[in-house]
């Protein structure tokens, strides 16, 4: 098949790569460079980046609503454009001008966790699974009729980094058989069920200070969602300190409190240990590496 692919971060890479290594990519549309870094420079997308290293015509318009963006993506006659996280909202006269329409890779098991950040919000909810779902686009915010499935499980340690990298392999893998159904003419797109409809909101910094006035396994699954980024942290002193993976341990105590020399706090049920801290200016460390050149003692209390 002939494919426009609409995507920008990470999570799109291996769809794309999976896509050219068995159809023709007539385009790559992703979003423009962003400034990142300390210098601020822009920085080409990683989808960006992979489509100039293989030599794909690359597009990053700001918008496609306007007349001349919808009549050049028209002009590439695809027979399917495929989106994953792409980050703009796709006109009806986009979504129909491909053949077969536009396919979405969105990373739930909808209709659970329509939205923009259902990696986090799986793992801080507590599933036991999420996964993929393909889907035929409209005008709706992850609403349209889906075509195919994939499950992944999730643990009681599971971060979204590590969940976020299963379901990027599982999307590439379920795109290439929704395209080989679509072709064949052989897949039928289901409408989604109206019960079990829940909305990811996007992540906000503001929600990553650790509470640990809720119970272990809510800080745990707190902690482990929004772990690489944005980090959840504590404060001890005048330091904000991130954890990037923690697990439900035995214990308790006042609230916040550090239990033993092992780096378990009391919560307000039960207790957390936290594996893996980082330090400002510093790289992700084990507990026990951690407190060899950080001191956090039994009895000190974490905000």
């Given at each position: 098949?002939?494919?426009?692919?609409?995507?920008?971060?990470?999570?799109?890479?291996?769809?794309?790569?999976?896509?050219?290594?068995?159809?023709?990519?007539?385009?790559?549309?992703?979003?423009?460079?962003?400034?990142?870094?300390?210098?601020?420079?822009?920085?080409?997308?990683?989808?960006?980046?992979?489509?100039?290293?293989?030599?794909?015509?690359?597009?990053?318009?700001?918008?496609?609503?306007?007349?001349?963006?919808?009549?050049?993506?028209?002009?590439?006659?695809?027979?399917?454009?495929?989106?994953?996280?792409?980050?703009?909202?796709?006109?009806?006269?986009?979504?129909?001008?491909?053949?077969?329409?536009?396919?979405?890779?969105?990373?739930?098991?909808?209709?659970?966790?329509?939205?923009?950040?259902?990696?986090?919000?799986?793992?801080?909810?507590?599933?036991?699974?999420?996964?993929?779902?393909?889907?035929?686009?409209?005008?709706?915010?992850?609403?349209?009729?889906?075509?195919?499935?994939?499950?992944?499980?999730?643990?009681?340690?599971?971060?979204?980094?590590?969940?976020?990298?299963?379901?990027?392999?599982?999307?590439?893998?379920?795109?290439?058989?929704?395209?080989?159904?679509?072709?064949?003419?052989?897949?039928?797109?289901?409408?989604?069920?109206?019960?079990g409809i829940t909305y990811a909101a996007k992540i906000d910094k503001a929600e990553a200070q650790v509470n640990f006035n809720r119970p272990a396994a809510d800080v745990a699954r707190h902690i482990n969602g929004l772990s690489p980024f944005p980090g959840a942290w504590f404060a001890h002193g005048a330091e904000r300190?991130?954890?990037?993976?923690?697990?439900?341990?035995?214990?308790?105590?006042?609230?916040?409190?550090?239990?033993?020399?092992?780096?378990?706090?009391?919560?307000?049920?039960?207790?957390?240990?936290?594996?893996?801290?980082?330090?400002?200016?510093?790289?992700?460390?084990?507990?026990?590496?951690?407190?060899?050149?950080?001191?956090?003692?039994?009895?000190?209390?974490?905000?």
């Open positions: 098949m002939r494919v426009v692919f609409m995507g920008t971060p990470d999570f799109a890479v291996a769809a794309l790569a999976r896509i050219a290594a068995h159809h023709e990519i007539a385009a790559v549309y992703c979003q423009p460079p962003r400034p990142a870094g300390r210098g601020q420079q822009d920085r080409p997308s990683p989808v960006e980046i992979f489509a100039q290293e293989h030599g794909f015509p690359v597009r990053s318009p700001k918008s496609l609503k306007s007349k001349d963006a919808q009549d050049e993506f028209a002009a590439w006659n695809a027979d399917i454009a495929v989106v994953a996280a792409y980050g703009l909202i796709l006109p009806q006269a986009v979504l129909d001008a491909p053949k077969h329409g536009c396919v979405n890779i969105h990373a739930s098991l909808l209709p659970r966790w329509r939205g923009a950040a259902p990696i986090q919000r799986a793992i801080m909810a507590g599933d036991a699974k999420t996964g993929v779902t393909t889907m035929q686009m409209d005008a709706g915010l992850d609403t349209g009729a889906m075509l195919l499935t994939g499950e992944v499980p999730i643990t009681d340690v599971t971060t979204a980094g590590e969940l976020h990298d299963a379901l990027a392999a599982c999307g590439g893998e379920l795109i290439l058989k929704t395209l080989e159904g679509i072709a064949a003419g052989k897949l039928t797109a289901t409408p989604q069920p109206a019960e300190i991130k954890v990037l993976r923690a697990e439900v341990a035995s214990g308790g105590g006042e609230p916040g409190v550090v239990l033993d020399d092992a780096l378990t706090v009391a919560c307000a049920s039960g207790a957390v240990r936290l594996l893996t801290v980082q330090r400002a200016g510093r790289g992700p460390a084990p507990a026990e590496a951690f407190l060899r050149g950080y001191a956090l003692p039994k009895g000190t209390r974490l905000a």
